[in-house]
């Protein structure tokens, strides 16, 4: 990625794995925004956005954190352990504002 450049805002992110987790659910990520866009493709290819900087994306949904828990920590863990074996990636990690998270919209 070129230096300065914002990836994006992800739900949660573990800086020493290199590892962002982004919750999909259908009520934010389907349909058509405000400028006729697709929100699911705009959302599948943020994550690509962020496997092209180099970090691991765990993709889960509500539904999963509702009713299987275990099943993601496990993923999650997983993922994680995969992450703090190897080279963390060039990236740096800036706090949320509240300007950002009101102008980014769904992603």
């Known amino acids: 990625m070129d230096d300065g450049e914002v990836v994006g805002t992800p739900d949660g ?9 982004q919750v999909h659910s259908r009520q934010f990520h389907q349909g058509i925004d405000d400028q006729g866009g697709d929100t699911w493709a705009r959302t599948v290819e943020k994550d690509g956005d962020f496997v092209a900087a ?10 999963t954190l509702y ?17 703090l074996a190897g080279p963390r990636p060039a990236v740096r ?6 300007d950002a998270s009101r102008s980014r919209g769904p992603a």
Do not use: C, H
């Open 13 to 21: 992110y573990i800086e020493d794995a290199g590892v962002v987790v």
């Open 54 to 63: 180099g970090v691991r994306v765990v993709g889960v949904t509500p539904w």
């Open 67 to 83: 009713s299987r828990p275990a099943r993601f920590v496990t993923r999650l863990r997983k993922i994680v352990a995969l992450g």
């Open 93 to 98: 990690v800036m706090p949320r504002t509240a």
